[in-house]
């Protein structure tokens, strides 16, 4: 079954803590995305990675790192630096050799992180 | 700068009526448009897009550029296209980074 698996699902986090969230794809996607998702606000990009062992920061990246060592995997890092890090996170990925271009993104069910 | 505009948190109608979900956007070069759907307890997933002149699930949307405005539209709304609805766009080459507006909840009611 192909696709975006994001894990954990739920978790709770003391302030002060990092926590890492994780996203794996079998697609054989070259690009990769994080997203933050909260109410009113949309979905506002926070890193992405165009291939392995490269990434580059979108609109909120403070307080977040990423890793790209493999081509199917992409963690979030959510350091204690990132003020309110409470949200529902999106990972994402495509590839430019689908059938409907380089844009059209296929995402994870997520990860809901709240700060305790 | 690129930028995306929903500016409706909430659009409720009744079952069978039309529907427009209202979106702008501001961009410099030629963007490539989107929708994306969110049904309930599902992931996020694409609608339709401008380049591909379709209807999907009886929507429509098509590209204005001279209003710079990318709207959804459906004759007659069904209970199951109640979600939330994101308008994106992307450059057109490559890999871009996709933008998303702030999104529009439907609410169909019977």
């Known amino acids: 079954d192909g696709g975006i698996t994001q894990s954990p699902k739920y978790l709770f986090r003391k302030e002060g803590q990092n926590v890492t969230l994780s996203c794996e794809q079998n697609l054989n996607h070259d690009a990769m995305y994080w997203y933050r998702q909260d109410p009113g606000q949309g979905l506002r990009l926070i890193y992405y990675?165009?291939?392995?062992?490269?990434?580059q920061k979108g609109d909120i990246a403070e307080g977040y790192s990423v890793s790209r060592e493999k081509k199917e995997s992409f963690p979030l890092t959510v350091t204690s630096a990132q003020k309110n890090p409470t949200a529902f996170y999106l990972c994402a990925s495509t590839t430019p050799r689908g059938p409907l271009g380089a844009n059209v993104l296929t995402f994870g069910a997520g990860s809901r992180l709240t700060v305790l | 700068a690129q930028r995306v505009t929903q500016p409706e948190k909430l659009l409720s109608v009744f079952k069978g009526a039309p529907v427009e979900l209202k979106c702008n956007y501001s961009?410099?070069?030629?963007?490539?448009l989107f929708w994306y759907v969110q049904y309930s307890r599902q992931r996020l997933q694409l609608l339709l897009r401008?380049?591909s002149r379709e209807s999907i699930k009886g929507f429509t949307a098509d590209l204005n550029k001279g209003e710079t405005s990318f709207h959804l539209k459906k004759p007659f709304a069904q209970e199951e296209d109640s979600a939330m609805y994101y308008c994106a766009l992307s450059g057109n080459t490559g890999f871009q980074k996709l933008v998303f507006g702030t999104g529009t909840r439907l609410l169909v009611s019977p």
């Open positions: 961009y410099s070069g030629s963007p490539e």
């Open positions: 401008h380049i």
């Open positions: 990675s165009h291939i392995v062992n490269d990434f």
